[in-house]
């Protein structure tokens, strides 16, 4: 069963750098067709994805965020990694990681992808 | 961007009522890459349903999707006490994820 777990400072001052690594367990982050994913939910409010990385380290990110993120995998350690520079209060939300999965329709013969494992998310805090 | 809009934000209905919920897209979205999630408090989202209408592993067949171009559904033919909860439409496209802002389905 694929586990994933967040990991990272629960807080960080303004003008700072937000830093997370999520840990992938029970399985293998080196399966083609799959990407990992970073999603954030500020309290209170919906879900925003911020970007996505493959195991040969392509990424696809937000461009609301795309000048501040940079995200990385680690093969080896089975982890993949996101920095956010120069943060606000206004990044103060709880991150996830997720797999994002490609899916075969047989029926139909075409790719579908949804985000079907999520980790259980860590709070970040940006407070002076 | 795709900008996806779901109503109502708000559904209040009984245990045991049917719900439907509609996720509209701001331009045409491949059935293949609409997802609806279903999140509980204090937890992370749970996928339910892929492709539109493919429901995920261990998902309940009360739980369907359907939809196509610009309007998708998700309904719930018989709203069980778990199933209070928000949920999340969600599209892929031009290299793009992006989630609807959710709607909340509470007891009435």
């Known amino acids: 069963q694929l586990h994933l777990q967040e990991s990272g400072p629960g807080l960080v001052k303004p003008s700072e750098t937000l830093s997370l690594t999520c840990t992938v367990s029970?399985?293998?982050?080196?399966?083609?067709?799959?990407?990992w994913v970073w999603i954030r939910q500020p309290p209170g409010k919906g879900l925003e994805w911020i970007g996505s990385?493959?195991?040969?380290?392509?990424?696809k990110l937000s461009p609301s965020l795309k000048s501040r993120i940079t995200m990385s995998v680690d093969t080896s350690k089975n982890q993949i990694s996101l920095n956010l520079s120069s943060v606000t209060t206004a990044d103060t939300a709880v991150f996830y990681c997720?797999?994002?999965?490609?899916?075969?329709?047989?029926?139909?013969?075409?790719?579908?992808?949804?985000?079907?494992?999520w980790g259980q998310g860590t709070v970040v805090t940006v407070s002076s | 961007e795709i900008v996806l809009t779901q109503s109502p934000g708000t559904l209040s209905l009984s245990p045991g009522e049917r719900a439907t919920l509609s996720c509209r897209a701001s331009q045409s979205v491949s059935s293949s890459y609409l997802v609806w999630y279903q999140q509980k408090p204090g937890q992370a989202p749970r996928l339910l349903i892929y492709g539109a209408s493919s429901r995920a592993t261990g998902i309940p067949d009360r739980f369907s999707g359907s939809g196509s171009g610009t309007d998708f559904t998700l309904t719930i033919s018989r709203l069980e006490p778990e199933d209070f909860a928000v949920y999340y439409c969600?599209?892929?496209?031009?290299?793009?994820?992006?989630f609807g802002q959710g709607t909340k389905v509470e007891i009435k």
């Open positions: 029970g399985g293998s982050i080196s399966s083609s067709g799959d990407y």
């Open positions: 997720a797999r994002d999965r490609e899916y075969l329709d047989t029926l139909t013969g075409y790719y579908e992808r949804a985000f079907d494992i």
């Open positions: 969600q599209q892929y496209g031009n290299s793009l994820w992006t």
């Open positions: 990385i493959s195991y040969r380290g392509r990424t």
